[in-house]
């Protein structure tokens, strides 16, 4: 079957890094995406990756290893309002979404 | 980047009444969307895929006659929600693909269903 895994939660520093993991198994591959979501909000989308290495942008950056089935997104100097669920979906064969459960991130002052 | 509409944001409605939900592109054809329900805490759940023209594809457990999906233009679908009852309260979102790009899915800002 196909499967998502990404922490339930995590709880940071505001100012610091914070690291969030996925692992994924699917039937097919065609890229990995991760999603903010506020609650009461549709999901914004953050980053995709479909080539392994590290795609930078701004305070965010993605992480792939399709060999490991893996991928982290890494949040820098966070702020208050990077306080969110953090969602990652990977685009199978037939290039529907496969969503994780989300990571519910706290920051804290 | 573009624009996805999804109307309206929140609605209240009686049970055994029936509430249609839309989603627009507003600056793009849509050749494929996407309907999802979230349950608090809970990730996105899909629940059918509708590519214009044809019938809507659903996935297991959902049901078709329930859930009533049509998308008959490139740039609209709509989600109609038939005989609703307090167990379909949630939060529903649409999304949507630009033609043949698959890198991106644009959302809608979602509505919020409560049936009372």
């Known amino acids: 079957g196909q499967n998502i895994d990404q922490p339930t939660e995590m709880t940071a520093t505001e100012g610091a890094i914070v690291q969030i993991n996925c692992t994924y198994q699917?039937?097919?591959?065609?890229?990995l995406f991760w999603y903010q979501q506020h609650a009461g909000e549709a999901p914004t989308f953050l980053s995709y990756?479909?080539l392994d290495g590290l795609e930078e942008k701004g305070r965010f950056s993605s992480f792939l290893s399709r060999s490991k089935g893996y991928s982290y997104l890494l949040l820098k100097e966070l702020q208050m309002k990077d306080s969110a669920s953090y969602l990652c979906?990977?685009?199978?064969?037939?290039?529907?979404?496969?969503w994780g459960a989300g990571t519910k991130l706290i920051i804290k002052p | 980047g573009a624009v996805v509409s999804q109307h309206p944001s929140r609605v209240i409605c009686k049970s055994g009444t029936s509430v249609k939900i839309e989603c627009r592109s507003l600056?793009?054809?849509?050749?494929?969307m996407f309907w999802y329900r979230q349950f608090p805490k809970q990730s996105l759940m899909l629940m059918a895929t509708?590519?214009?023209?044809?019938?809507?594809?659903?996935e297991q457990g959902v049901e078709k006659d329930k859930f009533l999906i049509n998308h008959a233009s490139l740039t609209l679908s709509t989600l109609t929600v038939t005989s609703a009852h307090p167990e379909d309260s949630s939060f529903y979102i649409c999304?949507?693909?630009?033609?043949?790009?698959?890198?991106?899915?644009?959302f809608g800002q979602g509505t919020r269903l409560t049936v009372v």
């Open positions: 999304s949507a693909l630009e033609g043949g790009r698959h890198t991106e899915a644009f």
């Open positions: 600056d793009f054809q849509a050749t494929t």
């Open positions: 509708s590519n214009e023209g044809s019938k809507a594809t659903y």
């Open positions: 699917t039937s097919g591959f065609n890229g």
């Open positions: 990756n479909v």
């Open positions: 979906a990977v685009s199978d064969s037939n290039y529907q979404l496969i």
